[in-house]
């Protein structure tokens, strides 16, 4: 085991402030995408959610 190997387990708090990271930024991305569309939260969580699946697949290819 080399010393890189230990930093493959992460603290609670590194959890917590990570996990908190990326919930704020779709947060903001399905909010901003509601108020420049002009439709509920749902919906936009919704097409935020698609693009982000069309955009792995053009990336990844049809079958990753």
């Known amino acids: 085991m080399g010393a890189g190997f ?3 387990f992460l603290g ?3 959890v917590t402030d990570k996990l ?9 991305q399905v909010l901003t995408q509601s108020r ?9 969580a919704l097409c935020v959610g698609i693009k982000r ?5 053009r990336v990844r290819g049809l079958f990753p």
């Open 12 to 14: 609670e708090t590194e």
């Open 36 to 44: 420049k569309q002009k439709i509920s939260m749902r919906m936009a």
């Open 53 to 57: 699946v069309q955009e792995a697949k």
């Open 6 to 8: 230990t930093k493959l």
């Open 20 to 28: 908190f990271r990326i919930l704020e930024t779709a947060y903001t």
